[in-house]
């Protein structure tokens, strides 16, 4: 009896291993066959995957689920859906002054033509098990892809260049002027200087992210210092010695006076080592005049009208009437010589109360207010057309910030004492005399000089300009100089400037 109660007893022992056995051994046999057909499954899609041209399941771009779709079909879907969250523009902001970017404009977009074929690659390009591997990494845990960004760098370089120079804190170099037989040296300002590399890289990571729709950017700044005052090249520039005028016939050549022109560099070295942080300087010039002058030849120099140009001002304003009179006054006579450079505010001078100007409306940190000598950028915008006309060569213009009443966009030229001016070169053979007036409610420039054969008459130039976005903020247009025969039709064009107006 005792043997077979042990021997029941194994029995049952081995009955209940044997059990047991069996159910962990169709478990693994269960686990095996869905393992079998996950990956037989797998396989499958794998290998329709690998021949197909839609993009497999589980990928995003840019937040964009683009599962399943051709590549035409991805790109377009995309395109769509990032232009519904893109904005057109990105605000800016220094102070109390917004200014904006026009996203198009920098060119701007994103790559995404080049993350599409990324997507439709993926689990394509590797041996066969890093291929699956990645693709049930994909299918199982989804991608979402970061489309590259482009953008046109030199493009944003001068918007925020443009962007600069209405800044309202602006930096002032020294500079000096004549008036009234002294030469008048102002002292530099310290101004804002944009700080690029760190304000693009903000722009940049707005763009990429999508979220300058709702966000302003602040301009980061850094301060600019003046360059010291140096003597010897304005002495130099200063300096000249007496001659007189005369001009021939055959062949035609005009040799202008000189009038003999020197200060005392010592005694002004000594006002401003006195006085280092004095606004301004000033010392009498030591003049010889010539005993003849080119004014003194009259228009029987100068024989030809090579450009003309008028704008219109109200005359009930009497401030602003005087202020354009004196800018007028100024530039009235001046002759330019082959190969010189005509500087407005060289010419016209430092805008003062001793000079004669007055208050009147001018643009400033981005609002109309009263300055003084307010206006007489209207002179410097109806020179520039007049300049145009005659086929000098523009070394320095800006547009204004709002578009003047005077003049249409891309057609003006705003100065700004110590910091914008409008300059030219005559690249003429022969010199050119330029007669400016203000009178009835007309400003006139007119620029007389020696026609050749070979030029296009002044009625043939002229500056045209064409809107290239308009929107809610900003008004962006290009100018060219265009050349037309006498009919009127268009021979070729000359691009100027692409210009960035903010709107009231």
């Not at 960004?149 to 500079?175: C, G, H, M, R």
């Not at 003046?226 to 055959?250: K, N």
Request: a negative charge; proline letters at 3%.
């Amino acid at each position: 009896m005792p043997d077979f109660e042990i021997f029941n007893g194994d029995t049952k022992k081995v009955f209940k291993m044997f059990k047991h056995d069996s159910i962990a051994f169709v478990f693994v046999i269960l686990v095996a066959i869905v393992i079998g057909i996950f990956i037989a499954v797998t396989m499958i899609f794998y290998s329709n995957m690998q021949n197909s041209d839609k993009i497999q399941s589980g990928v995003f771009i840019k937040g964009v689920n683009v599962s399943g779709l051709t590549k035409d079909e991805a790109v377009v879907l995309v395109n769509k859906e990032l232009k519904k969250q893109m904005n057109d523009h990105i605000e800016l902001v220094y102070k109390n002054s917004n200014y904006y970017v026009e996203v198009e404009q920098i060119e701007a977009k994103f790559d995404i033509e080049s993350s599409v074929n990324f997507a439709l690659n993926i689990a394509k390009t590797g041996k066969f098990w890093e291929n699956v591997s990645q693709y049930i990494n994909v299918l199982m845990a989804n991608i979402n892809i970061e489309p590259v960004l482009v953008y046109n760098d030199e493009a944003l370089t001068n918007y925020l260049k443009n962007i600069e120079a209405f800044l309202p804190d602006q930096l002032e170099q020294p500079a000096y002027y004549v008036d009234d037989g002294e030469l008048i040296i102002t002292n530099g300002v310290n101004g804002a200087g944009i700080i690029y590399d760190e304000l693009k890289k903000e722009i940049v990571e707005a763009i990429q992210d999508i979220s300058y729709s709702n966000k302003y950017i602040k301009i980061p700044t850094y301060v600019q210092y003046p360059d010291p005052i140096d003597l010897e090249p304005i002495h130099a520039d200063i300096y000249r010695e007496v001659q007189d005028a005369y001009f021939t016939t055959e062949p035609y050549a005009v040799f202008p006076d000189v009038t003999g022109i020197d200060f005392d560099v010592e005694q002004m070295q000594n006002a401003i080592n006195d006085n280092p942080d004095a606004e301004e300087y000033a010392i009498d010039l030591i003049y010889t005049k010539a005993d003849v002058t080119v004014q003194d030849f009259g228009r029987e120099a100068f024989p030809n009208l090579l450009g003309s140009f008028s704008t219109k001002y109200p005359t009930s304003n009497t401030d602003r009437t005087t202020n354009l009179r004196l800018a007028a006054n100024k530039i009235d006579g001046t002759v330019v010589m082959p190969g010189e450079i005509f500087s407005y505010n060289k010419v016209v001078g430092k805008r003062t109360i001793a000079a004669g100007y007055k208050e009147a409306a001018i643009y400033q940190d981005g609002e109309v207010t009263n300055g003084l000598g307010g206006g007489i950028c209207q002179i410097s915008t109806t020179l520039y057309n007049a300049v145009i006309e005659s086929g000098m060569l523009i070394e320095e213009r800006r547009n204004h910030m709002f578009v003047p009443s005077y003049a249409d966009a891309g057609k003006d030229a705003t100065v700004v004492w110590g910091s914008t001016d409008f300059k030219f070169e005559n690249r003429r053979d022969y010199p050119i005399k330029i007669e400016a007036s203000v009178s009835g409610g007309i400003a006139t420039v007119s620029i007389y000089g020696l026609k050749t054969d070979e030029e296009y008459d002044r009625y043939n130039l002229s500056i045209e300009s064409k809107t290239i976005k308009n929107t809610s903020t900003t008004l962006v247009v290009e100018s060219y100089r265009a050349y037309r025969d006498d009919d009127g039709n268009l021979i070729k064009r000359d691009k100027l400037y692409t210009d960035t107006y903010k709107k009231h």
